[in-house]
């Protein structure tokens, strides 16, 4: 399966995390809030006029600008 | 006296616990290392004295955020004797790894799972006993909405208190590195303790998004929220604030006009209508405030501000701003001063200070007030709505000119990454809790600052003795007259210069002015000032009235929420500039083209 960036998914597909390409004080906090290689991962939604996405890992939902989405390699399942 | 540090992620019912154990007897402290005040509590446990401290909010001990240096200094700085660990018990899979981060710093811990009434409906199971035994930590379930759980961790505190710290490691940075291990040491905790189903089932947070949120539906929900919220503030807070305005009244008729009649004028004037007005100025705010938060605390803690600023945050993001700001910018137009301490919810230190200096361009209904009145006396019944409606559309202005052209000096550096908690009913306890705090908050830090302005104003306006009072010859007239040569190229003569003076104390009051400066009222002020100004004069009073500091209740929220009175004077500053500068284009303008 070819890798993709988070942003591209679209609502209802699930991907599975390969890489987090985000500087230090990002990449902390995807990791605090469960963002880890390997990890599933199902978008939920995306906001209109190009607003944030929603994500589930988990039991936890989070939201995330489109800018950010785009520093996380997923691969689609 | 020993210390209690009250450590967690967000979203944990961290406060509320806290407001638990402390039974709401918090208050707000500033301790070395760190630049933020922090709510703390005294309460007496096993015969001592313990002081329970709330930390913020952090996801990551390691992390970057401005929550978590803070906790990290007081931390280093303020050495607790225990740190109480509270994690949500539905999110136990990803909680942990802050509670081993806590572990590693060999600190004396209580761990309090808290939510694990909601725990449950979601299918998980924790074996409490185990997870202690795996991790040697005391580890308790409990529910802080519902009060369950309490005296079994409250004796485990009390014990674990008895034992003497082992002494803090400064080695916090030196452990990012171990984020491996403390992975692997998670993965087996949670094998052993913790079952999770697979698939969650579908819950009625989903259901409730799959409309609230919805491509098309989301935002007209969004603003027909807003605004019932709004009217229920106002319609419920307008009659409020008069009766507490005619009981204040009344109390000044009927005791204290007799008990100072025997005092000089000017002595009774400055206690009545210096210093009293002050208190019924602050008085005035304490419902509105009141209302405010029981309304905020139901929208934040159901868990619906995450789901207005995901709908919002589209469009401010490209102000700077985020989508909690756009909802204090809206209630803003209700009153300044709530929204501007409602700006706590965000955690950005660099965002709240730019959502701050926009808010108070937001058109109050003090301000709507005083164009309502110089609308009708100036403008005829066709034109005056279409005049207050423009006036609406240069709030907005003012407010996305100024976060334009400050979202760079004000950069947030916090990554817009959040959680979204799933809905959830907030209990009456927690509302009226958090309104008592905010209210207790207000009038702490901001009473002595409104009456020391209410009282300099009154000074400005009736001195010296032997001039008539707001009249040419007092020191407020001649600061007006002195500041002509800055007011007369936007169309403001030394009458209205006064009532400028005077709404710094506030909007309210700016008619009532101009009655005392014009000693004239209702529609003959009117038709006085109908025939004094042509309309041009009046839009361009009008758009400063609109655009500089609301009001001295105002500045001191401002200086006490963002604890910085640089950033005060600056915002002061700034709305002055942009008020002459507006006026100025405006009544040249309109001159230029033969008005």
Same mark, same amino acid.
């Given at each position: 399966m070819p890798s993709t960036t988070l942003s591209t998914l679209h609502p209802g597909e699930f991907a599975t995390i390969v890489a987090i390409h985000a500087e230090e004080a990002l990449h902390q906090r995807l990791l605090a809030l469960g963002?880890?290689?390997?990890k599933q991962i199902e978008l939920i939604r995306k906001a209109s006029f190009s607003g944030p996405l929603q994500v589930r890992i988990g039991t936890t939902d989070i939201l995330l600008r489109r800018s950010e989405a785009t520093k996380i390699t997923v691969c689609r399942v | 006296m020993k210390r209690v540090a009250l450590l967690g992620m967000p979203n944990t019912g961290k406060s509320t616990l806290f407001n638990r154990i402390t039974g709401g007897a918090a208050r707000v402290g500033n301790w070395p290392g760190i630049t933020v005040e922090l709510l703390s509590g005294k309460i007496l446990l096993g015969g001592d004295m313990v002081e329970i401290i709330d930390l913020p909010g952090i996801? !990551?001990?390691? =992390?970057?955020?401005d929550d978590e240096q803070v906790v990290r200094h007081f931390l280093h700085d303020n050495v607790p004797d225990l740190a109480l660990v509270i994690l949500n018990a539905t999110q136990i899979e990803r909680q942990m790894s802050l509670l081993l981060q806590l572990k590693q710093l060999n600190m004396n811990l209580v761990v309090l799972l808290n939510m694990a009434d909601e725990a449950k409906k979601y299918g998980i199971t924790i074996d409490g006993k185990k997870m202690s035994e795996l991790l040697g930590v005391p580890i308790f379930l409990l529910s802080g909405k519902y009060g369950t759980g309490y005296p079994e961790a409250l004796q485990a505190i009390t014990k674990a208190l008895r034992y003497p710290t082992p002494g803090m490691a400064e080695q916090l940075r030196s452990q990012l590195e171990q984020d491996v291990h403390i992975e692997a040491e998670m993965a087996r905790v949670l094998k052993h303790a913790v079952q999770i189903p697979a698939q969650l089932p579908e819950n009625l947070t989903e259901k409730l998004d799959r409309v609230m949120l919805h491509p098309w539906l989301g935002l007209p929900i969004f603003f027909a929220i807003m605004y019932l919220l709004f009217q229920a503030i106002f319609l419920l807070g307008q009659p409020l604030q008069e009766w507490v305005g005619e009981a204040l009244g009344w109390l000044r008729e009927s005791a204290l006009d007799p008990a100072f009649a025997g005092l000089p004028a000017w002595l009774s004037g400055l206690l009545l209508d210096g210093a009293y007005n002050g208190v019924a100025t602050v008085a005035a705010f304490v419902p509105l405030i009141v209302l405010f938060f029981l309304f905020m605390a139901m929208v934040e803690d159901s868990g619906y501000l995450s789901r207005a600023a995901f709908l919002m945050d589209a469009l401010m993001a490209r102000l700077g701003l985020d989508g909690r700001g756009f909802v204090m910018l809206l209630m803003g137009f209700g009153c300044n001063v709530p929204a501007l301490m409602g700006t706590r919810v965000m955690r950005s230190r660099a965002m709240r200070l730019l959502t701050m200096l926009v808010i108070p361009f937001s058109l109050c209904s003090a301000r709507l007030q005083v164009f309502v009145f110089i609308t009708a006396a100036l403008f005829s019944p066709k034109a005056a709505p279409v005049v207050l409606f423009s006036l609406y559309l240069f709030s907005f202005a003012a407010a996305i000119v100024t976060a334009l052209l400050f979202k760079g000096k004000f950069k947030s550096s916090e990554p817009f990454v959040l959680e979204l908690p799933p809905y959830r009913f907030p209990t009456a306890y927690q509302i009226v809790m958090r309104g008592w705090l905010e209210i207790r908050h207000f009038l702490r830090r901001a009473t002595k600052f409104i009456i020391a302005g209410v009282v300099l104003i009154w000074l400005l306006t009736n001195l010296? *003795?032997? @001039?008539? *009072? @707001? =009249?040419? !010859?007092t020191l407020a007239g001649m600061l007006g007259s002195f500041m002509q040569p800055i007011f007369a190229p936007i169309g403001i003569n030394e009458q209205l210069t006064i009532a400028l003076i005077f709404g710094f104390?506030?909007?309210?009051?700016v008619i009532g002015a101009l009655a005392v400066i014009y000693g004239l009222s209702g529609t003959a002020l009117g038709g006085a000032l109908g025939q004094q100004l042509d309309w041009v004069q009046a839009y361009s009073f009008m758009l400063f009235t609109l655009i500089y500091m609301p009001c001295i209740s105002a500045i001191a929220t401002m200086r006490s929420e963002s604890r910085n009175m640089g950033f005060t004077l600056f915002a002061i500053g700034w709305s002055l500039a942009l008020a002459w500068l507006m006026s100025f284009a405006f009544y040249q303008g309109a001159r230029a083209l033969g008005y």
């Open positions: 963002f880890r290689s390997g | 996801y !990551d001990l390691h =992390g970057f955020s010296p *003795p032997s @001039a008539a *009072p @707001a =009249g040419g !010859d104390v506030a909007k309210e009051i």
